[in-house]
């Protein structure tokens, strides 16, 4: 990444796009992390948080199982033709 553009975002002028960014609670330091990885690097974590989330989930639901309790998902409720979220005791 060029310095000029990690500056920019770092301290952005008043009134700029990245400003906005900044004060909407986009962290600037993240952001630069992310754009120094190559496209493979980024695609790589992705899908290792997708493996690490998923399986949080499936944890989640055998512990609600185990317990008796109603799964509660915070997913949109789905309508007849799209299921939110297909596994998903609630919505599913």
Known sequence: MKRDVEE???NPPHGSAAAAARD???APTLL???LKLRPEERL???QQAMIEIET???GLTRSSERQGNLFSCSMPKSNDKIRANPGC???G
């Open 8 to 10: 920019h975002l770092l």
């Open 44 to 46: 790589r974590q992705l």
């Open 32 to 34: 630069i992390q992310r």
């Open 89 to 91: 005791r609630v919505c």
């Open 24 to 26: 909407f609670g986009i």
């Open 56 to 58: 949080m989930r499936a």
